[in-house]
C-alpha cells in the first residue's frame, strides 16, 4: 500500500471554527489531492497540488484553502467551517497528473 | 449530463456469476481511464487502468471503446469478496489536469 497517512482520522467541530485536515505522503510523489464524498455526488476535487507551493482548485473549492511547503505534506483547511461541509474527505497521491491515484484512509468531519 | 456516468446498480449476484459494469464519459479529449473498488467506509483503491487495447487481470477484464467513449470491467467467476462499489475514473488534461469519478455502482455478490 501506499504510504499515505491523514490525520485527524475523525473530529467533531462547531459552525464558525477552523479546521485543518492534513495529508502526509512518503512516496515522494508530486500531485497530491484534496476530495470530499458524500452521498449521491461520488467523489469531488476540491484542490490539487503539483509540486511545491504549487496548487490549482478542483470544482468544489468555496469554503476551503490548501497549502503544500514540502513534498510530503499537503493542507486542507476549512477557514470558517458549515454544515454543508460535513462530509468524508480523501487525499490522494499520483507520481504524474491524471494519472493513477492511490487514497489515504480518509478524514470523518462532522460539523455541528 | 454528468461528465462520467455509470449504471446506477445495485448489482446483487450470486457466487460464481459474471458481472458487467458499464460507464461512459463525456469528454472526447479524455486520456486516461481507471476502474477503482471501494469498500464500506474506506478509501478507493485502484482495481486497474484502462487500455485502448483492453486488458485482463486474472478474473477481471477491462475494455476502452475511444469511439463510443465508453469503459467496461468484466468480473467472471464472482466471490463474495468482490463485494464492493466500483467507480469509473477518467483524467483528461484541459491545460490542468482533472480526474473525474463516477459515482460508482454496488456490487453484492451473495452465497
Known amino acids: 500500500d501506499a504510504g499515505i497517512t491523514q490525520s485527524p482520522r475523525h473530529k467533531v467541530t462547531e459552525t464558525g471554527t477552523p479546521v485543518t485536515l492534513r495529508c502526509h505522503q512518503t512516496?515522494?510523489?508530486?500531485?497530491m489531492y484534496w476530495y470530499r464524498q458524500d452521498p449521491g455526488h461520488g467523489l469531488r476535487l476540491i484542490h490539487y497540488?503539483?509540486?511545491?507551493?504549487?496548487?490549482d482548485k478542483g470544482e468544489v473549492s468555496d469554503g476551503y484553502s490548501v497549502s503544500r511547503s514540502k513534498t510530503e505534506d499537503f493542507l486542507l483547511t476549512l477557514e470558517s467551517a458549515t454544515s454543508s461541509q460535513t462530509s468524508v474527505y480523501f487525499c490522494?497521491?499520483?507520481?504524474?497528473?491524471?494519472?493513477?491515484?492511490?487514497f489515504g484512509p480518509g478524514t470523518r468531519l462532522t460539523v455541528t | 449530463r454528468k461528465e462520467v456516468e455509470q449504471d446506477p446498480g445495485p448489482f446483487n449476484v450470486p457466487e460464481g456469476a459474471t458481472v458487467a459494469f458499464n460507464c461512459t464519459y463525456s469528454?472526447?479529449?479524455?486520456?486516461?481511464f481507471f476502474w477503482y473498488r471501494q469498500d464500506c467506509r474506506k478509501e478507493p483503491k485502484l482495481l486497474m487502468s484502462?487500455?485502448?487495447s483492453g486488458n485482463e487481470d486474472g478474473r477481471f477484464t477491462a475494455q476502452l471503446n475511444r469511439a463510443s467513449q465508453y469503459i467496461s470491467l468484466l468480473i467472471r467467476d464472482s466471490k463474495l469478496s468482490d463485494s464492493a462499489t466500483y467507480l469509473c475514473?477518467?483524467?483528461?488534461?484541459?491545460?490542468?489536469?482533472?480526474?473525474?469519478f463516477g459515482a460508482g455502482t454496488r456490487l453484492f455478490v451473495k452465497a
Open positions: 497540488s503539483y509540486g511545491v507551493k504549487d496548487t
Open positions: 512516496e515522494n510523489h508530486r500531485y
Open positions: 469528454n472526447s479529449a479524455s486520456q486516461s
Open positions: 484502462v487500455y485502448s
Open positions: 475514473v477518467v483524467g483528461l488534461n484541459t491545460g490542468g489536469f482533472k480526474t473525474i
Open positions: 490522494a497521491i499520483s507520481a504524474q497528473g491524471a494519472r493513477e491515484q492511490y
